[in-house]
């Protein structure tokens, strides 16, 4: 029967970067993140930057938790370490509302764009149909595959990513040469919003990166998790900078700033820019099937599976209600917790707006990363001798500069979405109190004995997971730099 109530590892390299940028890019890139490209014009790309620079760190820190304490709950685990159960119990609901925010956002930015290519296949009466409808069903659909086990979602999942990106690929050499430079005037704009706006909109272009830690949540299904998370959050922050860059180059390269009123309130900025320039048929049409088929259920797929297992290893320390850690004695996973994700994801569903949900994944998940930096110092102050595989370089400088930078964004983000996080926060204290566990101090006999000895690879295995990082370091390194530098073009075209 205890074998019954255990997950597996099966999730190698290529599964943990496969769920964490399948997490991130998406609903950000695709809706309200490039939808600012109409406020701030090129210069996009330094806002995108910066968001990368602001989320490395993180990225860093939490390669170092998630090595030492490889265990379903990510943030709620380091927190309840780290700091107490109280800290542990907010965190975990803010990462489990956030991620699931994101799911039910991608859902409807399925239907969005799907409908614009049910169009151009000559379907008009698909414009009709409400996206909500659409949305349901399709968390319907990836509720059964969640289901049927993490083994056939991770395999789902890199299908999907690499669908992604094929179809990117083949759009971006198709629309290279309907490229216009001097849309870019040299990076030069008339004027920018006031200031309080650019913070705003720094933090939904930060939007686009939220979820970079995802495979942490699944530190009990990863194999040699002490290599593989570490490993998979440096290559996934990078990467997720890449693609983000690279498609907002071409939004920027294709459609004129006299169209940027309309792409600032676009909701499905991609296709709705093509389409206002005239750009329909096969190019359109290639972009909707990439971003619905691809980005969009990449999306959604780990914005269910995350949260699931945040849900499962909160039952499983009696801060949910028990039933919620079973495990399916077939397929291996937590059922009962996928299930509730889903709940969760058809009511944020049914408000059908992206943009409170994007605010409040945004707020929420700020305030998850900040209680996890400081959990990281709980961690390295208590446990100081407990064995760590990696070690983040700089670490207290990078906690330092991380929470004060998400506060900042805090400061300036959605008040609605902010009153949100808020309640959140007073009912996770509440329930935090009210099972009485908020004040129990975890000593390192008990993180060990949850923990249990990760098996070390064998020197096979071991030149085989490093051959693979080493293909996916290079390949990520070539690909970001390239997407960083043909911002350049325009630059020197303009001068």
């Given at each position: 029967?205890?074998?019954?109530?255990?997950?597996?590892?099966?999730l190698?390299?290529?599964?943990?970067?496969?769920?964490?940028?399948?997490?991130v890019?998406?609903?950000?890139?695709?809706?309200?993140?490039?939808?600012?490209?109409?406020?701030?014009?090129p210069?996009?790309?330094?806002?995108?930057?910066?968001?990368?620079?602001?989320?490395?760190w993180?990225?860093?820190?939490?390669g170092?938790?998630?090595?030492m304490?490889?265990?379903?709950?990510?943030?709620?685990n380091?927190?309840?370490y780290?700091?107490?159960?109280?800290?542990?119990?907010?965190?975990?609901?803010?990462?489990?509302?956030s991620?699931?925010?994101?799911?039910?956002?991608?859902?409807?930015?399925?239907?969005?764009?799907?409908?614009?290519?049910?169009?151009?296949?000559?379907?008009?009466?698909?414009t009709?149909?409400?996206?909500?409808?659409?949305?349901v069903?399709?968390?319907?659909?990836?509720?059964?595959?969640?289901y049927r086990g993490?083994?056939?979602?991770?395999?789902?999942?890199?299908?999907?990513?690499?669908?992604?990106w094929?179809?990117?690929?083949l759009?971006?050499?198709?629309?290279?040469?309907?490229?216009?430079?001097?849309?870019?005037?040299?990076?030069?704009?008339?004027?920018?919003?006031?200031?309080k706006?650019?913070?705003?909109i720094?933090?939904?272009v930060?939007?686009?990166?939220?979820?970079?830690?995802t495979?942490v949540?699944?530190?009990?299904?990863?194999?040699?998790?002490?290599?593989?998370?570490?490993?998979?959050?440096?290559?996934?922050?990078?990467?997720?900078?890449?693609?983000n860059?690279?498609?907002q180059?071409?939004?920027?390269?294709?459609?004129?700033?006299?169209?940027?009123?309309?792409?600032?309130?676009?909701?499905?900025?991609?296709?709705?820019?093509?389409?206002?320039?005239?750009?329909?048929?096969?190019?359109?049409?290639?972009?909707?099937?990439?971003?619905?088929?691809?980005?969009?259920?990449?999306?959604?797929?780990?914005?269910?599976?995350?949260?699931?297992?945040?849900?499962?290893?909160?039952?499983?320390?009696?801060?949910?209600p028990?039933?919620?850690?079973?495990?399916?004695?077939?397929?291996?996973?937590p059922?009962?917790?996928v299930?509730?994700?889903?709940?969760?994801?058809?009511?944020?569903?049914l408000?059908?707006?992206?943009?409170?949900?994007?605010?409040?994944s945004?707020?929420?998940?700020?305030?998850?990363?900040i209680?996890?930096?400081?959990?990281?110092?709980?961690?390295?102050?208590?446990?100081?001798?407990?064995k760590?595989p990696y070690?983040a370089?700089m670490?207290?400088?990078?906690?330092?500069?991380?929470?004060?930078?998400?506060?900042?964004?805090?400061?300036?983000?959605?008040?609605?979405?902010?009153?949100?996080?808020?309640?959140?926060?007073i009912?996770?204290?509440?329930?935090?109190?009210?099972?009485?566990?908020?004040n129990?101090?975890?000593?390192?006999?008990?993180?060990a004995?949850?923990?249990?000895?990760?098996?070390e690879?064998?020197?096979?295995?071991?030149?085989?997971?490093?051959?693979?990082?080493?293909?996916?370091?290079?390949?990520t390194?070539?690909?970001?730099?390239?997407?960083?530098?043909?911002?350049l073009?325009?630059?020197?075209?303009?001068?």
């Amino acid at each position: 029967m205890e074998k019954d109530n255990q997950v597996v590892r099966v999730l190698g390299l290529k599964e943990s970067i496969s769920m964490t940028i399948g997490t991130v890019v998406g609903v950000g890139l695709f809706t309200t993140g490039s939808a600012q490209i109409g406020k701030v014009g090129p210069w996009i790309i330094v806002f995108t930057f910066g968001a990368l620079l602001i989320s490395i760190w993180p990225c860093l820190l939490y390669g170092e938790m998630s090595a030492m304490i490889p265990v379903a709950g990510g943030t709620y685990n380091y927190a309840k370490y780290g700091l107490n159960r109280m800290w542990a119990n907010i965190a975990g609901w803010q990462y489990i509302v956030s991620v699931v925010a994101i799911g039910s956002g991608e859902t409807l930015s399925f239907a969005n764009y799907f409908k614009i290519l049910l169009e151009q296949f000559g379907f008009s009466w698909a414009t009709q149909i409400d996206s909500r409808v659409i949305a349901v069903l399709l968390i319907i659909a990836f509720l059964i595959l969640n289901y049927r086990g993490i083994e056939m979602s991770g395999k789902a999942q890199t299908a999907f990513v690499f669908f992604f990106w094929g179809c990117s690929i083949l759009w971006f050499l198709y629309m290279i040469p309907r490229i216009h430079l001097s849309y870019f005037g040299g990076l030069e704009m008339n004027s920018f919003p006031p200031f309080k706006e650019l913070m705003y909109i720094f933090g939904l272009v930060w939007w686009c990166y939220t979820g970079f830690e995802t495979c942490v949540s699944m530190g009990s299904e990863t194999k040699y998790p002490q290599y593989t998370l570490p490993r998979a959050l440096k290559i996934s922050v990078f990467l997720v900078f890449a693609v983000n860059a690279l498609f907002q180059w071409f939004l920027v390269g294709l459609v004129s700033h006299k169209y940027y009123g309309f792409l600032s309130t676009a909701t499905a900025p991609y296709a709705d820019g093509l389409k206002i320039i005239g750009m329909t048929g096969f190019p359109l049409i290639l972009l909707c099937i990439g971003i619905a088929f691809g980005g969009d259920l990449s999306t959604i797929n780990p914005g269910i599976a995350a949260p699931a297992r945040y849900i499962y290893a909160m039952a499983k320390d009696n801060a949910l209600p028990k039933f919620m850690e079973k495990i399916h004695p077939r397929y291996k996973t937590p059922y009962i917790a996928v299930i509730t994700v889903g709940i969760i994801n058809i009511i944020l569903i049914l408000t059908g707006s992206i943009n409170y949900i994007a605010s409040v994944s945004f707020v929420s998940l700020a305030i998850c990363y900040i209680i996890g930096c400081l959990a990281f110092v709980g961690l390295r102050k208590k446990y100081p001798k407990m064995k760590r595989p990696y070690k983040a370089p700089m670490a207290m400088v990078g906690v330092v500069v991380t929470v004060i930078t998400y506060l900042v964004m805090l400061i300036f983000a959605d008040q609605i979405a902010l009153t949100t996080a808020v309640i959140i926060i007073i009912l996770s204290i509440i329930y935090a109190i009210f099972i009485k566990k908020n004040n129990n101090i975890v000593d390192l006999d008990q993180v060990a004995e949850q923990v249990d000895q990760i098996a070390e690879p064998t020197k096979k295995e071991k030149v085989k997971i490093d051959h693979e990082y080493a293909i996916w370091k290079y390949i990520t390194i070539i690909v970001s730099i390239f997407a960083l530098s043909i911002y350049l073009l325009p630059i020197l075209f303009n001068r």
